[in-house]
C-alpha cells in the first residue's frame, strides 16, 4: 500500500510505500531532505509531523527523546507512514547547507581501469552515511594532514560506499601511494561533501564537458539525473589523449545508448597515434565549438584540467554563453 505525503510550506509532495521510511521516499524521489547517519542516532533528519501518523517497525532510535515525541517530531530516516502525511521539513537545496564532516572508511574496491587510473571505493562505518549532492568532492586526509581532493564518481544515493577515480602523476603524494602501495582493507579518513559544481535547476538543454578525470563528478550528475528521471537533453563530450584514456567508455556508451535525451562524443586530442578512429578529434572545448555556432540557450558543466577549463571560460562566452550558465570544476595538481 502507499501513501502521499507533502512537505509544509513547501510545493513537495511525494509517494512512499509501506515498507520503506519517509527518507528512502524522498530520495528516491529526488528530493533532498537533510540526514546523517540514517541510523536513528545523530538527529539531523528530525522533522515535525504535522498531520498523519507515523510507525517505527524497529522501535523508537535511540537518538529521539520522549519530550521530541511528545512535541510530534520524528526521525525520518527511521518513520514509515501508516497513513497520509503532511511533515514540516525543508530539503537541501544548495551544497552550502551540507555540514562537512570527518568520516573514517575503509578501502573496499582498488581497481585499475587502465595504467593511468584507479577506481577506489571507500567503505562508511555502518552507522555512517555521508550527505552529498552530485557533483561535489571530497578531501582524503593523510596522516599528516594534507589534503588531496578527489570528486566523487557515484550518485548520491551510493551514501554508504563512495566510488573515486584516482589519476597517477608522478610525485602526486596520494596518488603515487594509491598506485603503489594501497590495498583494499587499508583505513583511511575523508571529509566532505565539498565543493559546488552541482546540478542547477533549469530547462535548458545542457552540455557537459569532461577532460580525463573529470568524467567522475559527469558520471555522478548522469547517474543521478537518470535515476530522478531528469529528461533535460544532455551532450556529454569526455576530452582524452588517447582510446585507452576513456577509461568508462562503455559506461558512457550505456547512457546514450539507453536514453534518447542523452547523447555522449569522445573526444581524442594524439591524432598520430588514432589507428581505425572515426570519431571527433583535437582539443574537446573546440570540438564543442564546431557543432555550437551559438551557445546562447545552453548550460554548460565542465570539468577538466586548468587548461581545458581557462579554455572554455574563454572561447564560450564569445559565442552567446552566458557566463552564469557555466558551471565548471577545475582539477588544480599539488605535488608533495
Ligand atoms: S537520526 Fe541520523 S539521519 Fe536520522
Known amino acids: ?8 510550506d513547501q510545493q513537495i509532495v ?42 517505527y517497525s524497529d522501535g523508537i532510535p535511540e537518538g529521539l527523546e520522549q519530550k521530541d515525541i511528545e512535541q510530534g517530531y ?62 561535489q568532492y571530497i578531501n582524503i586526509v593523510m596522516q599528516d594532514g594534507k589534503r588531496r581532493s578527489f570528486s566523487l564518481a557515484s ?3 551510493q551514501d554508504q560506499n563512495l566510488e573515486l577515480h584516482i589519476r597517477h602523476y608522478d610525485g602526486g603524494l596520494f596518488s603515487e601511494y594509491a598506485f603503489k602501495d594501497l590495498a583494499e582493507k587499508t583505513l583511511l579518513r575523508i571529509e ?23 568524467f567522475a563528478p559527469i558520471k555522478s550528475l548522469i547517474e543521478y539525473s537518470l535515476k530522478n528521471n531528469h529528461k533535460r537533453s544532455i551532450e556529454f563530450y569526455w576530452g582524452a589523449r588517447t582510446v585507452s584514456d576513456l577509461y568508462l567508455n562503455e559506461v ?6 539507453n536514453n534518447d535525451h542523452i547523447k555522449y562524443y569522445p573526444v581524442l586530442s594524439e591524432v598520430d597515434t588514432l589507428n581505425d578512429w572515426t570519431g571527433k578529434t583535437g582539443f574537446v572545448h573546440d570540438a564543442v565549438l564546431k557543432v555550437h555556432a551559438d551557445l ?21 562566452p564569445k559565442k552567446g554563453l552566458n557566463k552564469d550558465r557555466l558551471y565548471s570544476d577545475s582539477f588544480e595538481f599539488a605535488a608533495n
Open 1 to 8: 500500500m502507499s501513501y502521499k505525503v507533502q512537505l509544509s
Open 74 to 135: 520524528a526521525f525520518l530516516c527511521q518513520a514509515k507512514a501508516s497513513c497520509d502525511l503532511i511533515i514540516k521539513a525543508r530539503t537541501v537545496q544548495t551544497a552550502t547547507e551540507l555540514k562537512i564532516r570527518q568520516f573514517p572508511c575503509r578501502v573496499t574496491k582498488c581497481e585499475k581501469l587502465n595504467n593511468d587510473v584507479i577506481r577506489l571505493v571507500l567503505a562508511l562505518p555502518k552507522t555512517e552515511r555521508l550527505q552529498f549532492l552530485a557533483g
Open 296 to 316: 546562447s540557450g545552453y548550460d554548460i558543466y565542465a570539468c577538466g584540467p586548468p587548461p581545458m577549463i581557462n579554455a572554455i571560460v574563454e572561447s564560450f
Open 192 to 214: 566532505g561533501p565539498l565543493g559546488q559544481f552541482t546540478l542547477q535547476e533549469s530547462d535548458r538543454p545542457i552540455i557537459m564537458i569532461a577532460g580525463g578525470t573529470g
Open 252 to 257: 558512457a556508451e550505456t547512457w546514450s545508448n
Open 14 to 55: 511525494f509517494m512512499i510505500e509501506e515498507d520503506e521510511t519517509i527518507l528512502e521516499a524522498a530520495l528516491r524521489q529526488g528530493h533532498s531532505l537533510p540526514y546523517g547517519c540514517r541510523n536513528g542516532i545523530c538527529g539531523s533528519c528530525k522533522s515535525k509531523v504535522v498531520s498523519g501518523n507515523i510507525v
Open 155 to 157: 550518485p548520491p544515493d
